[in-house]
């Protein structure tokens, strides 16, 4: 069973040796499906508003202490996206200064091969969600290093 209610609190925050807090996220992906049932080649992504806002991201939280960090990627795009999936090999770690905190982070990105859409997860009263291609994406989210996380998606896709 899981849970449906979202974690608060850094009790059990995780920092680098330089102090950095450590956060961990997803791009949940998918490939476009015809109305015929057939999958195309076509990537779509899911992108979330911020919860402070109309801005959107991809899914992404603290990763704590008492979970892996593929545990905390799918917790994050549980409570914020209410997609479950396949958290893939990470595309990358980046370190950027948090406009609203002014402090420096560690963010780390996988992707998420979407198997589930929940119709109820935690966060579904404070976020919007929606699939968009690469490009509307990569237009709307608010983050340079989310962007990078996707474009490095994108190449690893095309390479198969």
Known sequence: MMC???R??????RYDNLGRRQVVGCIPYRFK???DGTITND???LVISSQKGPKMMFPKGGWEIDESIEEAALRESIEEAGVLGNVECELGKWYFISKNHGTFYEGCMFPLLVKEELDFWPEQHVRQRAWMNVKEARDVCQHWWMKEALDILVQRVNSL
């Open 4 to 6: 449906m209610v979202a």
């Open 43 to 45: 990537l779509e992504v």
């Open 33 to 35: 499906c015809r109305t």
């Open 8 to 13: 608060t609190g850094r009790e059990l925050q």
